[in-house]
């Protein structure tokens, strides 16, 4: 609050204007403003016990996942008959695979963004610039909006705490340069590679994985719709939902029409063809 006051004073003394509409408002609402995003962390964190019982809990699945993984394979490839075996296998892999080079690309970024970050930081004069800047380098798990919440933490406390009104400017300026280097170089070069999903396809799985599962979901929502396509790609009748999934769609325009323009490939086929098995009729 005193912050923002000082704010009103520069503009009244340096431009000869006061909106004190604006600037009430302001004040009366300053303290929702700054306490919203860190409810949103806050929420997540509601309890020492809960965040204990859930890292505890994440650990033991992990445990049994990793301790069966090779029984649910096979569990999963026997499911089908042998000329389709094969097959099954190959998607796993490709699967596989695909997860492990997204989440040592997402390993990568990450600490390329702390070391980004925390520099910057330190160079604007911010205080403890490692933890700001491994903390943003984190939340950028979060697809899309991971970077902007990171960086309105720094923000918030340069405001508070800076000696000069320009560090807090400074502070959005670098978060913001930063990225659009992550959004536009580093995570479609090293992450992209192993995710083939079109921007569309991404956004709609944050909202739909968020309403589901809150910020687990949002985070998990990129690999899930990436090992989703893998599965359409290897399936014949399911092959153009994969196309129509892909980072490639706007390039494959006429991919429809050349290649899956049969009635092997039309969705509504599937239903017709349950509808016509339900309503067969039974042995005498």
Known sequence: TQR???????LKENFAISPPSLSEWVQENASTLIETPFSIVSQSLSSSTAVIAGLGLTLIFTF?????RTSFKNFIIYQFNKS??????????????MLQSYLQGLGTVILILAVLNSTGLWLI???????????????????????????????LYALATATSLWQPVAVIILYQAIQQIEGNFITPRIVGSSVQINPLVAMISLFVF???????GIILSIPAMAVIKI????????????VLLGSKVHQDEHVFADEFDEDRYRLINYFSDTQSRNQKPGPP
């Open 64 to 68: 049994f996942f990793l301790l069966y």
């Open 4 to 10: 923002l006051d000082q704010i009103f004073l520069w």
């Open 84 to 97: 389709h075996q094969d097959q099954a296998k190959s998607v796993i892999l490709e699967i596989q695979d």
């Open 231 to 242: 599965i359409f790609d290897e399936f014949d009748g399911l092959k153009p939902l994969g």
């Open 210 to 216: 968020g309403m589901i599962w809150g910020i687990a």
């Open 125 to 155: 004069g911010i205080a403890y610039p490692v933890f700001w800047g491994v903390l943003a380098a984190f939340l950028a798990v979060i697809p899309y909006i991971g970077t902007m919440l990171g960086g309105l933490f720094p923000f």
